[in-house]
T-cell receptor, first 114, second 113 residues
Framework: AQSVTQLDSQVPVFEEAPVELRCNYS??????LFWYVQYPNQGLQLLLK??????LVKGINGFEAEFNKSQTSFHLRKPSVHISDTAEYFC????????????FGKGTKLSVKP | GAGVSQSPSNKVTEKGKDVELRCDPI?????LYWYRQSLGQGLEFLIY????????KSGLPSDRFSAERTGGSVSTLTIQRTQQEDSAVYLC???????????FGPGTRLTVL
């Protein structure tokens, strides 16, 4: 069975600073990896995904993530955040051989302050 | 185009009552998923439908929960004899297939008093 750990439940950061949201997963099989964002009072939106190929994945809104198989990590990064990036971010994994249901981490609340 | 829609957006019910939550997936999407988002458990997978195949019910927390998908489109999640621990936001997602992007609906916030 897969599991996802997001090490930080809350990350406060100042505007224009860089940010890294950490995600580690455990799985005995090959996986697909995802980051979703949930803005206040809105639904989940896909930021980026890793299925195969290049381990550096670029997503929307200037976010990127790097798949590290040896460290079983998929950390999300942005070099300069904006107030509008304030949201909750969820890392998720699915078994590449399964029907695609997602296993989510507990989420990280990113709070960008002016 | 239209996204995934869910109704109602909010539902308040009394303990012991049955509730039905509806999901309209994106047209043409064969895969449909139900998830639950609660404070204590985070986001949890509940059930998966793919075309006309038998659904994967492995995430349903108890036999009080059931779901159906009629005509390969609209899905209804039913919770019988609701309990206070059922209070959560119930999310529906659809996709073109198991490796395709899942598009999420806005959710139904269920409150059991």
């Amino acid at each position: 069975a897969q599991s996802v750990t997001q090490l930080d439940s809350q990350v406060p950061v100042f505007e224009e600073a860089p940010v890294e949201l950490r995600c580690n997963y455990s799985s005995s099989v090959s996986v697909y990896l995802f980051w979703y964002v949930q803005y206040p009072n809105q639904g989940l939106q896909l930021l980026l995904k890793y299925l195969s190929g290049s381990t550096l994945v670029k997503g929307i809104n200037g976010f990127e993530a790097e798949f590290n198989k040896s460290q079983t990590s998929f950390h999300l990064r942005k070099p300069s955040v904006h107030i509008s990036d304030t949201a909750e971010y969820f890392c998720a994994v699915s078994d590449s051989g399964s029907q695609g249901n997602l296993i989510f981490g507990k989420g990280t609340k990113l709070s960008v302050k002016p | 185009g239209a996204g995934v829609s869910q109704s109602p957006s909010n539902k308040v019910t009394e303990k012991g009552k049955d509730v039905e939550l509806r999901c309209d997936p994106i047209s043409g999407h064969t895969a449909l998923y139900w998830y639950r988002q609660s404070l204590g458990q985070g986001l949890e997978f509940l059930i998966y439908f793919q075309g006309n195949s038998a659904p994967d019910k492995s995430g349903l927390p108890s036999d009080r929960f059931s779901a159906e998908r009629t005509g390969g489109s609209v899905s209804t999640l039913t919770i019988q004899r609701t309990q206070q621990e059922d209070s959560a936001v119930y999310l529906c997602a659809s996709s073109r297939g198991r490796t395709a992007q899942q598009f999420f609906g806005p959710g139904t916030r269920l409150t059991v008093l």
